[in-house]
């Protein structure tokens, strides 16, 4: 298990966690000043504003003006990718994949939150497939019915590139996707590298709460949707066993980062976005004064330039 921090941390095995959840989930305890965290929460607002400025025009863009700057992958009437749109399978595409990249969104956020991450890809790796799905239902349904095309969309990249490594990253809802892919694949041979940021793996107590107050009805959240998120949920235990089940059994190269920041406004606690799939193996990074929108672009240079290095380690 490794573990990084943006700024001084103090890491232990003791808990913020109760106890019947500490195998689940990293146990992270916070020993920051009460003025640091002041400081990190007014540093958070800060970024957020600049975070949904910067997501304004894009957004207005892909839902109001139909706008894409990127083709994503859309979903035909039977709920499929079409086999002959996706990235390996243009007629364009003229060289070997050099991997593949798989970017997944939140609940309710378009593929447009990706753009950044599509134009570094482009940019640093060309030859690398990116597949930007855009997700049934907005990711408002159970998890295996949105991630059931997802996952056959890669199974043809794995088909048609064996033994061609793979990037699953994931934002919030959209980590639980990443991790329902990888444990799925299991039987693969192919090396699997699975990024979670501010992953809503546990579920959020933010969902408890609106429920305590006869909130939900107000956010029109499929019933699946809110089993799952309540924070330690049996759902959300399952998913986890069943993870880490299927790590014992993979045939292929796996690995994991979590990144998860203290100040997230949306997954709470942020330690839902940590959870154990291999505690040998997996990275947790752990960061301050970012919220859980701005967190997907603090961390990007990171994770795409470590993502372009272990690709490069898989053909080696």
């Known amino acids: 298990m490794q573990v990084s921090a943006s700024t ?163 934002a919030s809802n959209g980590a639980r996707i990443a991790g329902y892919i990888e444990r799925k694949l299991l039987q693969e041979k192919a090396a699997i590298k699975t990024i979670s940021i501010a992953g809503v793996h546990f579920g959020t107590k933010i969902i408890d709460k609106l429920e305590e107050f006869r909130l939900l009805k107000l956010f029109n959240f499929h019933p699946n949707i809110v089993k799952d998120f309540k924070f330690g949920s049996e759902s959300a235990k399952k998913y986890l066993f069943d993870w880490r089940q299927s790590d014992k059994l993979a045939e292929g190269i796996r690995d994991r980062e979590f990144y998860a920041s203290t100040e997230d406004d949306k997954v709470f606690t942020f330690t839902s976005g940590l959870p154990v799939i291999n505690e040998l193996k997996d990275k947790y990074i752990i960061i301050h004064g970012e919220t859980h929108h ?19 380690a898989q053909a080696a």
């Open 294 to 312: 701005s967190l997907i672009d603090a961390v990007q240079r990171r994770i795409l330039q470590g993502c372009k290095n272990w690709m490069a």
């Open 8 to 170: 001084l941390t103090s890491i232990s095995i003791e808990t913020l966690i109760e106890p019947s959840q500490r195998d689940l989930l990293f146990s992270y305890e916070d020993k920051r000043t009460g003025f640091k965290k002041f400081v990190h929460v007014i540093i958070a607002i800060f970024r957020e504003i600049i975070s949904d400025a910067k997501l304004a025009l894009p957004f207005i863009k892909y839902f109001v003006l139909k706008w894409r700057k990127f083709e994503y992958s859309m979903l035909d009437l039977d709920s499929k990718y079409v086999t002959a749109d996706l990235p390996w399978n243009k007629p364009e595409k003229n060289k070997p994949s050099e991997g593949l990249y798989v970017l997944l969104h939140g609940l309710n956020c378009p593929p447009c939150a990706w753009d950044n991450y599509i134009t570094q890809i482009r940019k640093d790796q060309p030859d690398a497939d990116c597949f930007v799905p855009v997700v049934k239902d907005a990711g408002n349904n159970s998890l295996e019915s949105i991630s059931k095309p997802i996952l056959a969309a890669v199974g043809d990249y794995v088909k048609k590139n064996p033994g061609k490594p793979i990037c699953l990253v994931g």
